[in-house]
């Protein structure tokens, strides 16, 4: 029984291990077409840039607008969703969550500024492709 259990644990570590490689392929190459897709469609003075970070949580890469400083980023934010009802028609199909994150860059005036969405539409693009890809690799292995 020994004999069985200890071949059965290492194929099973290798079988870990690679479908670790493969998760973590399926993870970069999303984040560099969400980063080149996105740097292709920003304004010239915006920054993207992906972290890739691994730990205790696992694998993630970050990608997002580097700004500094903080005014940066309200500048990023404005050309993403634009001001005033530019930003309330970029919006509207959004999930809550990117509504919350913009809406933190409104000021108390409503502005004129029309936005021309770089990120965010890069990122609904590529999101369903990514979950296809991972379900494809957990159901068969590649």
Do not use: C
């Amino acid at each position: 029984m020994s004999i069985v259990n200890n071949k059965l644990t290492k194929l099973l570590s290798v079988y870990k291990k690679d479908m670790l490689v493969k998760l973590k392929k399926v993870v970069i190459d999303t984040a560099v077409n969400l980063e080149d897709s996105a740097v292709r469609d920003a304004p010239l003075f915006i920054t993207i840039d992906k972290i890739a970070v691994e730990g205790m949580k696992g694998y993630e890469v970050d990608v997002a607008v580097k700004a500094d400083p903080e005014e940066a980023s309200a500048l990023a934010a404005y050309f993403e969703f634009g001001t005033g009802l530019s930003a309330r028609q970029i919006l509207a199909p959004y999930p809550d969550y990117v509504k919350k994150l913009a809406w933190t860059f409104k000021g108390d005036v409503d502005g004129t500024l029309k936005g021309i969405p770089y990120f965010y539409p890069n990122y609904f693009r590529l999101e369903p492709i990514f979950m296809a890809k991972l379900q494809k690799l957990l159901k068969d292995g590649h």
